[in-house]
């Protein structure tokens, strides 16, 4: 398994209140991923990183930064939490060695905005 | 973006029984990766299928790319309890670069002991 860890791995916070996940991996891959993941929606791309302090926007990417300052930290951070952002949170890694881009995910993270 | 659609939603049988899952688009794609996703945990790569009319094996899980490059199947024999899960299926959109994946919706299974 492809060493990728996320913390928290629950969360709940308020309504307006500033929260920042975090991934981090061990296996040196140049792309890092931002997923969330809700009924009837699927899996659905927020941001993502191809290398360190070089992002782009996602899907859904209204209401969320990253930040990656190491190849290894991938920084999620919800300005303003809102309950449409209850949600799970996945972060993958991909090397891109094969052009179908075959992506490794951490364990996620349940957040709950009250 | 293609529109990637994944049949049944949702599936529950019992052990010992075989069963078809699907992922169609209308458009064609370059390659299609199936996923298992078990509860609680993140999804995880099964195989990629890139040549049109491909099979891969994978112990009890057949994968199928069609002809066309249009769809692609996941068949498992004998299903298991620890077969449970959401199978996705992702492709690489044309547009935007290859760094991206689109994922399909998921077929739930739940396979009954």
């Known amino acids: 398994d492809a060493g990728i860890t996320q913390s928290p791995r629950h969360k709940v916070t308020e309504t307006g209140t500033p929260v920042t996940l975090r991934c981090h991996q061990t296996?040196?891959?140049?792309?890092m991923y931002w997923y969330r993941q809700d009924p009837g929606h699927g899996l659905r791309l927020i941001h993502y990183?191809?290398?360190?302090?070089?992002?782009d926007k996602g899907e859904v990417s209204d209401g969320y930064s990253v930040s990656r300052s190491k190849t290894e930290d991938f920084l999620l951070t919800l300005e303003s939490a809102t309950s449409s952002q209850t949600s799970v949170y996945f972060c993958?890694?991909?090397?891109?060695?094969?052009?179908?881009?075959?992506?490794?995910f951490g364990p996620g993270t349940r957040l709950t905005v009250t | 973006t293609q529109l990637l659609e994944q049949s049944p939603q949702f599936l529950s049988i019992q052990e010992g029984e075989n069963l078809t899952v699907y992922c169609n688009s209308s458009?064609?794609?370059?390659?299609l990766q199936w996923y298992r996703q078990e509860p609680g945990e993140g999804p995880v790569l099964l195989v990629t299928?890139?040549?049109?009319?491909e099979v891969k094996k994978l112990k009890r899980l057949t994968f199928q790319f069609g002809d066309a490059r249009k769809d692609s199947s996941l068949h498992i024999t004998a299903a298991q309890p620890g077969d449970t899960g959401l199978y996705l299926c992702?492709?690489?959109?044309?547009?935007?670069?290859?760094?991206?994946?689109?994922f399909g919706k998921g077929t739930k299974l739940t396979v009954n002991p």
């Open positions: 993958a890694i991909s090397d891109r060695t094969s052009y179908s881009n075959e992506q490794y």
């Open positions: 990183s191809y290398g360190v302090k070089d992002t």
């Open positions: 296996e040196n891959h140049r792309y």
């Open positions: 458009s064609v794609f370059s390659s």
């Open positions: 299928v890139v040549t049109g009319g």
């Open positions: 992702a492709y690489i959109p044309t547009q935007g670069g290859s760094e991206k994946l689109v």
